[in-house]
């Protein structure tokens, strides 16, 4: 069993569309739970980062924490065909950072 | 803020020559950056983290002695990957942890072919 669970997708939705990413993670240590975006052929780029369970939102990305339940998401309001991309849950154990697989999302127009 | 950059992005070269990567934090500083290989549709897969001053840690499976790190400043770290052979071409990928904080930054990454 992965430390950390993501569905691989492809995900597809039409634009305008909720979308909701998750993760879930068997290592109760994991203290910071962050959320990357990743184009092809890119390095990932934060999206958005947090330590503590509940929401935490920023434009149209909110992220949500449940620590009880070692699950996370990532939810994606008003999707737009830019949002296509992969997207990687991480969480941080010491110094590392710990990925889940990675959910291809396809955002159609 | 939070810029990381990567040179070169992209490089091919022939099999048995060594190549360097450069990995920079822009507008901050970080006492460790991080060096991650990630083939296709597939995840990071993290090679090393190197602390600025002091030797990199690497991660089991990784030769330390095929890939050199050095991590002389609190803005630059950089990968050696020597007498490259054709399975070394990959994309790599570093990033770099705030000091005060936990947030890594991943720069855009170097797509290594060895022919």
């Known amino acids: 069993q992965k430390e950390v669970e993501q569905d691989p997708g492809p995900l597809s939705v039409p634009e305008g569309a909720i979308v909701s990413l998750n993760c879930t993670y068997s290592n109760s240590a994991f203290q910071y739970f962050m959320w990357y975006r990743q184009y092809s052929r890119k390095g990932p780029e934060l999206l958005m980062y947090t330590y503590s369970s509940g929401n935490k939102e920023d434009g149209r990305f909110t992220a949500q924490v449940d620590k009880s339940s070692k699950y996370i998401s990532l939810f994606i309001r008003d999707s737009q065909p830019s949002d296509s991309a992969t997207y990687l849950c991480a969480m941080t154990f010491g110094n590392k950072l710990v990925f889940g697989a990675g959910t291809i999302l396809r955002v159609k127009s | 803020g939070a810029v990381v950059s990567q040179h070169p992005s992209w490089v091919i070269c022939k099999s048995g020559t060594s190549v360097k990567i450069e990995c920079r934090s822009l507008d901050f500083q970080a006492t460790t950056m991080f060096w991650y290989r990630q083939f296709p549709k597939q995840s990071l897969m993290l090679m090393a983290t190197s602390n600025e001053g002091s030797k990199a840690t690497y991660e089991q499976g990784v030769e330390k002695d095929k890939f050199l790190i050095n991590h002389a400043s609190l803005t630059l770290s950089t990968l050696t990957v020597t007498s490259a052979h054709p399975e070394d071409s990959s994309f790599y990928i570093c990033?770099?942890?705030?000091?005060?904080?936990?947030?890594?930054?991943f720069g855009p990454g170097t797509r290594l072919t060895v022919t």
């Open positions: 990033s770099a942890r705030v000091l005060a904080g936990d947030e890594q930054y």
